[in-house]
C-alpha cells in the first residue's frame, strides 16, 4: 500500500495532494487556535509544542539510528540555561540565542556520541542516564546559571515586538515546531536518513556498504540534543523561570516514553505521542470533573487508597494508558494509525 | 405609548445597572462565595508537604461552618502540581482563567512559586502566606505579594545567638542544602558570628541527590566542631545525624523551621533526633511551661490550637490524615488573610483585601506575630510578616522543651 515504486516517491516530504490539503488545514486550525481558545489551552499547546520539538529529536536517534538516551533532559537543561544565558550575558537577540544554545547541546550531544560507539543497549542507557544527571549537576553549581536557586528568564522582544503572554509566544513557537518537524522529515529522506536507518537494522552491513558508523551515529547523538537544545531554550520562556531539579531523570523517561508511545521510527508518531501524553500530563490533574467516571473514581479512591489516593489516581491513569497502548499496538500511536489506514483503503474487503 | 416608554426605559436601566454592576464585580467573588485557589504537592518526592493545601482545606471549611465570611463561603480550590513548576503554572492558569481566583493562598516551594509569581503580580492578584521561607518573595518586594514564613535567615541567627551566648560555644559548623534554602542558613550565620567576631569553622553543602553522609562528618570532627547547624531536608539530618552517631561525632545538632514537627523527626531519625535544639515559627506556645509537641494537643494550653484541633481537622480532615505540623502550618499560613477578609466587609475587592493586609500589625494565630506595612518599592519589609522565631529541644519522648521566648530576628537583603 505504502510501498514505493522509485527514489523520487520515496524522497517526497508531501506523499500525496491529501496530505498537503490537510497539513493547510492544521496550518489554518492551529493559525485561528489561539483566539478561540482560552488563554489556559493556548499555554497547553506551548507545552505539548515543545515536547513535540524534543521528541521529534529524540525519534531521529531512538527510532531512526536505533540508538537509546534516557538523558535527553541534560540537552533540555543545557539549551534552557544556554538560551538564556546568552540573552543576558552576551546580549544576544532570542532568535539568534536559541540556536546558539541548540548548536551548544548538539556539541555535547556528540562528545556524548563518543562513547556511545562502543556502548549499546542497557550500557548506553546507563551512559546517557548518567550524563543527564551530571548536566544537571554541574548546572546548579555554576554561579552564572544561577546554581541551585534557579534563573529568570529576560524579558523576550522581536524587534519591537514585546512578547509577554502565551499568545504572543504561540506564534513564535508553533512556526518554530513546524519548521523543525518539516527539517526532520527531510533528513530522514535523505542520504543521512538512510544511513541512520541502515545503522539502526544492521550495523555491520551498513558499515559494509560503506556508512560510516563513528560519523553518523554521533551526528544522530548531536541532532537529536540540538531539538532538545532549542526545546529547552523554548520552556525556559513559557516557564519564565528555570532551576536544576526541573530537568530531572523522570522528564528523560518522559521524553522517552512519549516516542514509544508515539511510534518508534515515526515522526508524525512522535507528534501525536508528544501531544497526547503532553496534554494528559497537565490535564489528568481535572480527571475528576469528568462526569460520571470522575464521581466513579473518587468513589474508588476513597475507599481503596490513601487520603490522597485521588492525587496518585492520576499517575496510575497515565500508567494504565500507557500499558493500554503498549499491550494492543507495540507501534504505538502511529500504528493505531496505520491499521486505521489500511483498514479504509482496503475497504470492503 | 408613554406608558410602554417607561417600561422599555426602567428595564434598559436595569439591564445597564446591571451590567455595570457586573463590570465592577470583583473577579473570584459572588454574593455567597470568594473562591481562593492554591497548589501543593499530593505526589512525588515533595508529597509530605502536600497536608499543607490539607489544612488550609479543612481551616476554610471551619469558617464556612461558622457562616462563612460576611455571608459568603469560602471555596478552596487546590491541585497536585507534584512539585513541578510547569504543573504549577497550568493548574493556576487554568483555574485563574476558567473560574477567576479572588486570591491564591499559600503554595508549597519555591520554585513552583516562582514559576507563577510574575503571572499573578502582573494580574493583581493577591498572594498571600507562600510556603516556603525565600527572600524571593520579598526582594523586591511586591504590591500583592504577603510573605508570612520566617525568612531561613532569621533561624540561623538566633540558633547561632544562642549558642554561642547561651551555650558558649566557639566552634560552630554548618551543613547547608545547597539551594536557596541552605544558603540563606549559611548568610545568617555567617553574618551573626561575625558580631561575635567568629567564623564557621566548617560549611559543607550537601546536594539533594548526596547518600554517603561519611566526608561530611569527618569534615566536622576535624574542624572541631562543638555545634553544628543543618540547614538541609529531615532526610539529610536523619542522615547526618545517623552518620554522626555511627562515627561517634555527636555535637549540639541545631535544625532550621523546616525540621519542627518534632515527632516526624524523632520517627524518621529513629530517636537520634532527641536533644536536638530547633528554631520554631508556631503552633507551641513558647510562654507555657511544659509544653508539649503538637500533637499532643491535650497538654496544649494554646486555645487557638486546640480549637483547630476539635472544629477544623477532627471534622473536617480525612481519616488517615495526620494532625502535624504541616497540616497545622497550612492553617497557619493563611490566618492573616482570614483577619483581613473580615476586616474588609461586605463590600470586598483585592484593592481593599491589599489595604486590609497592610494595616495588620502584631496579629498572632498558631503562628507568631505578623505585621505588614503600607507598599514602598524600595522596603521589603513591608511585606516579610512574621520576623519572629523561638527556640526549642526535642526530648527523648518527642516532646519539646521550650529555651526561648518569642525573638525578632534581623532581616539581611541578598548579597549585603
Not at chain 1, 522509485?6 to 497539513?23: L, N, P
Not at chain 2, 476558567?98 to 493583581?124: C, Q
Not at chain 2, 481593599?352 to 500589625?361: D, G
Amino acid at each position: 500500500m505504502d510501498r514505493k515504486r522509485d527514489y523520487y516517491e520515496d524522497v517526497q516530504i508531501f506523499t500525496s495532494g491529501t496530505i498537503v490539503f490537510w497539513s493547510g488545514v492544521l496550518i489554518l486550525l492551529l493559525s485561528i487556535f489561539p483566539f478561540i481558545a482560552k488563554n489556559y489551552y493556548v499555554y497547553v499547546a506551548n507545552f505539548m509544542a515543545i515536547n513535540v520539538i524534543v521528541v521529534v529529536g529524540l525519534n531521529i536517534l531512538v527510532g531512526y539510528t536505533g540508538q537509546i538516551s534516557m538523558g535527553h533532559a541534560g540537552f533540555f537543561a543545557i539549551g534552557a540555561y544556554g538560551t538564556i544565558a546568552l540573552m543576558t550575558h552576551a546580549h544576544f537577540p532570542f532568535l539568534l540565542a536559541l540556536p546558539c544554545a541548540g548548536l551548544v547541546a548538539a556539541l555535547l550531544g556528540f562528545l556524548l556520541g563518543l562513547p556511545a560507539l562502543r556502548l549499546e543497549g542497557p550500557y548506553l542507557a546507563i551512559a546517557t542516564l548518567g550524563f543527564g544527571i551530571t548536566a544537571t549537576q554541574i548546572i546548579g553549581k555554576i554561579k552564572m546559571f544561577g546554581e541551585r536557586q534557579g534563573l529568570h528568564a529576560p524579558d523576550l522582544t522581536i524587534g519591537s515586538w514585546h512578547i509577554e503572554t502565551d499568545k504572543d509566544f504561540y506564534f513564535i513557537l508553533i512556526p518554530i515546531t513546524f519548521f523543525l518537524v518539516l527539517v526532520a522529515r527531510n533528513i530522514i529522506k535523505t542520504k543521512v536518513g538512510r544511513a541512520f536507518i541502515s545503522i539502526r537494522d544492521a550495523d555491520i552491513a551498513a558499515s559494509t556498504m560503506g556508512v560510516n558508523l563513528t560519523l553518523y551515529k554521533t551526528l544522530a547523538f548531536a541532532v537529536s540534543a540540538f531539538y532538545a537544545g532549542v526545546g529547552g531554550g523554548l520552556y525556559a520562556f513559557v516557564l519564565r523561570f528555570i532551576e536544576p531539579e526541573l530537568f530531572s531523570m523522570f522528564m528523560s523517561v518522559m521524553f522517552l516514553t512519549m516516542v514509544v508511545v508515539g511510534g518508534l521510527g515515526s515522526i508524525m508518531g512522535s507528534v501525536a505521542g508528544a501531544c497526547l501524553l503532553g496534554f494528559l500530563d497537565l490535564q489528568l490533574r481535572n480527571i475528576l470533573e469528568i462526569p460520571y467516571v470522575g464521581d466513579w473514581i473518587r468513589a474508588l479512591s476513597e475507599s481503596y487508597f490513601t487520603l490522597t489516593g485521588v492525587s496518585n489516581i492520576q499517575l496510575i491513569v497515565f500508567g494504565l494508558i500507557l500499558i493500554i497502548i503498549m499491550l494492543f499496538e507495540p507501534l504505538g500511536i502511529f500504528g493505531i494509525w496505520i491499521r486505521f489506514k489500511k483498514y479504509w483503503m482496503t475497504w470492503p474487503f | 405609548m408613554k406608558k410602554y416608554l417607561v417600561y422599555v426605559l426602567t428595564f434598559m436601566t436595569v439591564v445597564v445597572l446591571g451590567l455595570a454592576f457586573n463590570a465592577a464585580a470583583e473577579e473570584g467573588i459572588t454574593d455567597t462565595e470568594i473562591h481562593i485557589g492554591q497548589w501543593g504537592p499530593q505526589t512525588g518526592p515533595a508529597a509530605p508537604w502536600g497536608a499543607v493545601a490539607r489544612g488550609t482545606d479543612a481551616y476554610f471549611k471551619m469558617i464556612n461552618e461558622e457562616g462563612g465570611i460576611h455571608g459568603r463561603k469560602l471555596v478552596h480550590h487546590y491541585f497536585d502540581d507534584g512539585y513541578n513548576p510547569a504543573k504549577t503554572m497550568g493548574g493556576v492558569k487554568q483555574l485563574q482563567e476558567d473560574i477567576g481566583m479572588f486570591a491564591w493562598v499559600s503554595g508549597v516551594g519555591t520554585a513552583p512559586g516562582l514559576a507563577v509569581k510574575d503571572y499573578l503580580m502582573d494580574r493583581k492578584i493577591p498572594w498571600i502566606g507562600p510556603s516556603a521561607g525565600s527572600r524571593h518573595w520579598i526582594e523586591p518586594p511586591n504590591k500583592y505579594l504577603f510573605n508570612t514564613y520566617p525568612l531561613y535567615l532569621g533561624d540561623a541567627q538566633l540558633l547561632c545567638k544562642y549558642a554561642v551566648e547561651t551555650l558558649g560555644f566557639k566552634n560552630i559548623a554548618i551543613a547547608y542544602q545547597n539551594d536557596d534554602y541552605g544558603k540563606q542558613g549559611l548568610e545568617g550565620a555567617q553574618k551573626q558570628l561575625a558580631k561575635s567576631g567568629l567564623k564557621l569553622v566548617a560549611e559543607i553543602p550537601v546536594n539533594v541527590a548526596d547518600v554517603d553522609m561519611k566526608p561530611h562528618i569527618m569534615k566536622f570532627r576535624n574542624s572541631e566542631a562543638e555545634a553544628v547547624l543543618l540547614f538541609v531536608g529531615p532526610g539529610h539530618v536523619a542522615r547526618l545525624q545517623g552518620t554522626g552517631k555511627a562515627m561517634q561525632f555527636e555535637p549540639q545538632w541545631m535544625t532550621s523551621t523546616t525540621c519542627g514537627d518534632i515527632p516526624l523527626m524523632m520517627a524518621i531519625t529513629k530517636g537520634g533526633y532527641a536533644g536536638t535544639i530547633l528554631a520554631s515559627f508556631g503552633m507551641m506556645d513558647p510562654t507555657a511551661v511544659g509544653i508539649g509537641n503538637i500533637e499532643d494537643v491535650n497538654a496544649s494550653t494554646h486555645p487557638v490550637l486546640k480549637k483547630y484541633h476539635e472544629e477544623a481537622f477532627k471534622k473536617f480532615a480525612a481519616k488517615e490524615e495526620r494532625w502535624g505540623l504541616t497540616f497545622a502550618a497550612g492553617m497557619g499560613y493563611v490566618e492573616p488573610m482570614i483577619e483581613a477578609l473580615k476586616n474588609c466587609g461586605r463590600d470586598l475587592t483585592r484593592e481593599k483585601l491589599v489595604a486590609e493586609m497592610e494595616k495588620i500589625k502584631d496579629f498572632q494565630g498558631i503562628m507568631g506575630k505578623v505585621s505588614f506595612a503600607p507598599f514602598k518599592a524600595n522596603d521589603p519589609s513591608c511585606r516579610i510578616g512574621q520576623t519572629t522565631v523561638f527556640l526549642a529541644q526535642a526530648t527523648a519522648d518527642a516532646k519539646a522543651k521550650v529555651l526561648t521566648d518569642w525573638v525578632k530576628t534581623e532581616y539581611i537583603p541578598m548579597g549585603k
